[in-house]
């Protein structure tokens, strides 16, 4: 392949010195490519290609048992100066970065293949879009980039001969826990990964490039790079609302962006697209709006759960061309997880490679499952039934409504909406989520997540929650913000909602706030909907439901401030004085009432 860009080269070069690869390829995305690589990776049982007829370009994964999700601990943020970090990051100096990581990457990809992976977050050549180059030692790496990015020549040809890239180098090394970085260098424009194999650490266009590094650029270069589902909502008139959503894990984010709708809703003509499940690029546009993409061209699912009832269009979705990682491999080369649709299997290879049957225990009589709790699946979102047409548009779509959400049994109600963004900003920096049994930690136990961004924005989060203020200052029609709950429940622990599709309802409240035609009623917290303006057609909810999904309590939203406050306490001088006056605003209205 021929190229021009001479520090690129010199990149590669002085990368390929380091971990001594035997040769180096470049990467040029053609389907001839693909099946090279694939017949590779089947040789070597670094993939395994699954049942053609009942799964057509499909393969099975697995990673090491100690390399099954992202290692937070081992991912640092490395500037000159601590505080550019900020208290919720792990920080190292990027002298002591380099170093550490240099001696893991040395001779690391000795008797192996360096590839070299241009591409595209974003269409190629959008105002919106980053490029990277990827350096990696794992075909699993390439197959799955084809997947999640726009990769190879037409990369290239953008680039140019100077264009600006983020420079990514990878390698699995020997894959031991003990030698394990996720290093990223924001004044650098660089990310280096060693000694993982698992796709939340090693596609280093997805956490590593879209979140960490992209929100520091955004912040240099003033626009938004957010955690969030990207979904458009089209009414019965043919008006399509677009929503960006932030939810920490465990809240539903992908189900909520390939929503059914339910038939009561149907009836009356609503449709919905998917723009993305988990990554939103926005940025005001001349219009005075703020427009989102989704720079992803693929889907990086959590498997676990996902079945025809949770998610449909996910199981449409991932009939053909996926890559599965880390479920059970049947008899028939098919591959079955906890929660998928079908009998359980009465026998096959498990996550780890072992022979697995129903009910088998370890030496602690805990359950063995199948697939990993973590376990992915990795799938073109172009497959996905309520693709949007516009995935590709440079422009994006316009972004009326801002959702955050978490996971709350008793103190926040089914929806609200902030009185301005403003006060959005503050209801997005204090969001949470409760533990639950399946999660590490104490069941109950409430963890802040603010903008679902606390693992991914790669700076000072005071200085982030300052930049989300100044955005709002910049727009001239800036989005409504709302705060949803799906999970609440009563005095025994039941569920006050059922979820799933029926969060369409919510949806439209939201959408119909945003065109000015729903009712509300305003409290402490902000606007909740009046009892009539959510449309409950077809749904039966319990008698006394719906008044306990709205209500709010006073004293338990007392003792939430007091968290809010003593959450805010670790930013010091740099929490922005505008939050600090949005709990005393919030302190003050509920003395009134």
């Known amino acids: 392949m021929k190229f021009t860009h001479m520090k690129l080269h010199e990149w590669v070069k002085k990368m390929a010195e380091m971990c001594r690869p035997d040769r180096i390829v470049w990467i040029d995305g053609s389907e001839e490519e693909k099946a ?24 099975f994964h697995r990673t090491a048992a100690n390399d099954v999700a992202r290692t937070e601990h081992l991912t640092y943020i490395c500037t000159s100066h601590k505080a550019d970090a900020g208290p919720t990051n792990n920080w190292l ?87 394990r970085l996720i290093l990223h260098f924001p004044e650098d424009n660089t990310i280096w990964s060693v000694g993982s194999g698992y796709g939340g650490n090693v596609l280093l266009g997805k956490k590593c490039l879209s979140l960490r590094i992209a929100s520091y650029l955004g912040y240099q270069e003033g626009w938004m790079a957010e955690h ?71 889907f990086f699912g959590v498997a676990p759960g996902t079945n025809s009832k949770t998610n449909p269009n996910a199981v449409a979705t991932i009939k053909s061309n996926t ?4 479920v059970l491999l049947k008899p028939d080369k098919t591959v ?16 780890r490679g072992r022979p697995w049957k129903p009910g088998l225990t370890d030496e602690n009589g805990e359950v063995i499952k199948a697939a990993h709790p973590n376990s992915r699946f990795t799938a073109p979102i ?15 779509v316009p972004i009326s409504a801002i959702i955050f959400g978490g996971r709350r049994a008793h103190v926040a109600p089914l929806v609200y909406e902030s009185f301005n963004w403003q006060h959005g900003v503050y209801v997005g920096a204090t969001m949470a989520s409760e533990r639950t049994a399946a999660q590490y930690g104490a069941e109950g136990e409430v963890r802040r997540d603010p903008m679902a961004m606390l693992p991914f924005c790669g700076y000072n989060m005071g200085d982030y929650f300052r930049h989300w203020l100044r955005m709002g200052k910049n727009m001239q029609t800036p989005p409504k913000i ?85 959450f805010f306490k670790q930013f010091g001088k740099t929490l922005p004085t505008e939050l600090k006056q949005e709990l005393s605003n ?8």
């Open 336 to 351: 079955w997880w906890e929660g998928a649709d079908g009998p359980v299997p009465s026998r096959g290879i498990d996550w």
């Open 93 to 179: 100096p990027p002298k002591t970065g380099y170093a550490k990581a240099k001696a893991i990457f040395k001779n690391a990809m000795k008797g192996r293949t360096m590839y070299v992976i241009p591409f595209s977050m974003g269409p190629v050549g959008s105002p919106f879009s980053k490029i990277g180059v990827e350096l990696t030692d794992s075909i699993y790496v390439v197959l799955n980039m084809r997947i999640m990015t726009t990769i190879g020549a037409p990369v290239l040809k953008i680039l140019g001969g100077d264009g600006e890239f983020t420079k990514c180098l990878h390698s699995k090394a020997d894959l031991d826990i003990n030698r």
């Open 228 to 298: 969030m589902l990207i979904m458009g909502v089209e009414k019965p008139n043919g008006h399509v609302v677009y929503i960006a959503a932030a939810f920490p894990s465990a809240c539903g984010k992908t189900n909520l962006a390939m929503l059914v709708p339910p038939k009561g809703l149907a009836k009356k003509g609503y449709k919905i697209w998917t723009v993305g499940d988990d990554i939103a690029w926005m940025r005001i546009d001349t219009d005075g709006g703020l427009w989102a993409i989704n720079p992803e061209t693929g």
């Open 382 to 396: 172009m497959q996905c039934p309520t693709a949007s047409f516009r995935l590709k548009h440079h422009h994006g």
């Open 323 to 326: 890559i599965f990682t880390n």
């Open 482 to 566: 709302f705060n949803v709950n799906w999970f609440r429940t009563d005095s025994e622990g039941r569920f006050l909602w059922p979820g799933y599709g029926e969060n369409l309802r919510v949806l439209e409240w939201i959408a119909d706030r945003c065109e000015k035609t729903a009712e509300a009623i305003k409290t402490p917290i902000g606007y909740t909907p009046t009892p009539r303006s959510l449309d409950l057609t077809g749904l039966k909810l319990p008698a006394g439901n719906l008044d306990k999904l709205l209500s709010i309590d006073k004293e338990a939203w007392e003792k939430e401030m007091d968290q809010h406050e003593e």
């Open 36 to 59: 090279r690589l694939e017949k590779e990776a089947f040789a070597t049982d670094e993939l395994i290609q699954l049942n053609q007829k009942k799964m057509p370009g499909s393969v």
């Open 586 to 593: 919030q302190r003050s209205r509920f003395k009134k009432v």
